[in-house]
């Protein structure tokens, strides 16, 4: 009888603990460890429902067309937050999204066509394209007397006014959120994507452990946190991050984060990789806004189990115009030589794991549904 109470008593004391540990792990599932529990989904149900507005162009109603048009607001792209969307598609709509077509390289018909619908459902930055409507990407660069040469004008933007660190701050630090106790393999992922930009900049990224006394301050949120813009559950905003020099740097806690292996060979259609992230949103703490460059690592969007760290002559040049270049920069290489680092530190909680098989999927397959359907 003793035995069985005492091993009872074991059994519970276990159960709690791993819940506990099992907390910090499940935003970052080692998945590409193993495949064996997950379902392969091939249909993207945010397209399924998107693929609805396919040809609706002016002069159109269509339900949940008030949805598109706050994603659209969200991103800059209405200069006026009107008091509420209706389902016309009426002129300001038709403006904005011309602009949007034209910061994507799409053909700006204004119309829903299907791959403006394909860009729009695609994971992204939650920083917008246009800031306090001084345009940014390449519809702010159009209005020039270079239009003929449009395509060799689009490239870096920063924000308005040029926010920079200042030159006598080039050593600059950064802290993770306590709260979130990230492993060693999550920092030395956001440790490999700040030397990316140093490699090409005077500036140097140390981390410290004072959270309120660090430059720039790394932290994952779920939902509303304070801010103003809240994150929205699996998929659609990823992250965002101020400019200089606020230095908050915020990750939706609630995505498939992957922080270590071939991102691109997970059978979890919405893993993200935490590294391309990290490396567009360091871009924005240093000054730098959205590109229409598709290969740039600042264009704002990135597909899911996709993997783009190595930054681009454009970007390369948008930051040394802010900061001037490492003396040490080559003008090719911009990876690290480090990039095996994080095999030794393999963070492989089934915890994590069991809890996204069982508890996490339900949930998030519906607030995929309900935040990225727009409905
Ligand atoms: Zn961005
Ligand atoms: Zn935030």
Same mark, same amino acid.
């Given at each position: 009888?003793?035995?069985?109470?005492? @091993?009872?008593?074991?059994? @519970?004391?276990?159960?709690?603990?791993?819940?506990?540990?099992?907390?910090?792990? !499940?935003?970052?599932?080692?998945?590409?460890?193993?495949?064996?529990?997950?379902?392969?989904?091939?249909?993207?149900?945010?397209?399924?429902?998107?693929?609805?507005?396919?040809?609706?162009?002016?002069?159109?109603?269509?339900? +949940?067309?008030?949805?598109?048009? !706050?994603?659209?607001?969200?991103?800059?792209?209405?200069?006026?937050?009107?008091?509420n969307f209706t389902d016309d598609f009426d002129d300001s709509?038709?403006?904005?999204?011309?602009?949007?077509? !034209?910061?994507?390289?799409?053909?700006?018909?204004?119309?829903?066509?299907?791959?403006?619908?394909? !860009?729009?459902?695609?994971?992204?930055?939650?920083?917008?394209?246009?800031?306090?409507?001084?345009?940014?990407?390449?519809?702010?660069?159009?209005?020039?007397?270079?239009?003929?040469?449009?395509?060799?004008?689009?490239?870096? $933007?920063?924000?308005?006014?040029?926010?920079?660190?200042?030159?006598?701050?080039?050593? /600059?630090?950064?802290?993770?959120?306590?709260?979130?106790?990230?492993?060693?393999?999550?920092?030395?992922?956001?440790?490999? %994507?700040?030397?990316?930009?140093?490699?090409?900049?005077? /500036?140097?990224?140390?981390?410290?452990? $004072?959270?309120?006394?660090?430059?720039?301050?790394?932290?994952?949120?779920?939902?509303?946190? +304070?801010?103003?813009?809240?994150?929205?559950?699996?998929?659609?905003?990823? %992250?965002?991050?101020?400019?200089?020099?606020? +230095?908050?740097?915020? @990750?939706?806690?609630?995505?498939?984060?992957?922080?270590?292996?071939?991102?691109?060979?997970?059978? /979890?259609?919405?893993?993200?990789?935490?590294?391309?992230?990290?490396?567009?949103?360091?871009?924005? /703490?240093?000054?730098?806004?959205?590109?229409?460059?598709?290969?740039?690592?600042?264009?704002?969007?990135?597909?899911?189990?996709?993997?783009?760290?190595?930054?681009?002559?454009?970007?390369?040049?948008?930051?040394?115009?802010?900061?001037?270049?490492?003396?040490?920069?080559?003008?090719?290489?911009?990876?690290?030589?480090?990039?095996?680092?994080?095999?030794?530190?393999?963070?492989?909680?089934?915890?994590?794991?069991?809890?996204?098989?069982?508890?996490?999927?339900?949930?998030?397959?519906?607030?995929?549904?309900?935040?990225?359907?727009?409905?």
């Amino acid at each position: 009888m003793k035995t069985h109470l005492l @091993l009872s008593l074991i059994l @519970l004391i276990s159960l709690f603990s791993n819940s506990i540990s099992a907390f910090p792990s !499940q935003f970052f599932p080692n998945i590409t460890h193993d495949h064996s529990h997950f379902p392969n989904f091939t249909s993207n149900p945010a397209w399924e429902y998107f693929k609805n507005f396919t040809g609706c162009h002016i002069g159109d109603q269509r339900d +949940g067309l008030a949805k598109l048009k !706050q994603y659209f607001y969200n991103f800059g792209y209405f200069p006026d937050s009107p008091s509420n969307f209706t389902d016309d598609f009426d002129d300001s709509f038709e403006s904005a999204l011309k602009t949007y077509q !034209q910061n994507f390289n799409l053909n700006p018909t204004g119309v829903l066509d299907e791959s403006t619908l394909e !860009q729009i459902q695609r994971p992204r930055c939650g920083v917008a394209d246009i800031i306090n409507g001084s345009s940014t990407m390449n519809s702010g660069k159009s209005s020039n007397s270079h239009s003929s040469n449009l395509h060799t004008v689009a490239h870096f $933007s920063f924000f308005p006014g040029r926010p920079r660190w200042t030159p006598s701050n080039r050593q /600059l630090t950064y802290a993770f959120l306590p709260a979130n106790q990230l492993t060693a393999t999550v920092k030395s992922v956001f440790s490999r %994507a700040f030397d990316r930009w140093s490699a090409v900049t005077p /500036l140097t990224f140390k981390e410290t452990d $004072s959270f309120y006394g660090a430059d720039i301050t790394i932290g994952f949120f779920a939902g509303d946190h +304070g801010d103003g813009e809240p994150f929205d559950g699996v998929l659609g905003t990823l %992250a965002h991050a101020f400019s200089p020099p606020n +230095g908050r740097f915020h @990750l939706d806690g609630d995505e498939n984060w992957v922080a270590e292996g071939d991102v691109s060979t997970s059978s /979890l259609s919405s893993a993200v990789d935490l590294e391309s992230v990290a490396v567009h949103e360091i871009g924005h /703490l240093l000054g730098l806004g959205h590109s229409s460059v598709e290969e740039s690592i600042m264009y704002p969007t990135i597909s899911s189990r996709r993997k783009k760290v190595d930054l681009a002559s454009d970007d390369i040049e948008g930051v040394q115009m802010l900061y001037g270049s490492n003396p040490n920069y080559n003008g090719s290489s911009t990876s690290p030589t480090s990039t095996t680092r994080s095999h030794q530190e393999r963070d492989t909680s089934s915890n994590g794991v069991h809890r996204l098989i069982t508890g996490w999927w339900g949930p998030t397959i519906l607030t995929v549904l309900a935040a990225l359907l727009l409905v």
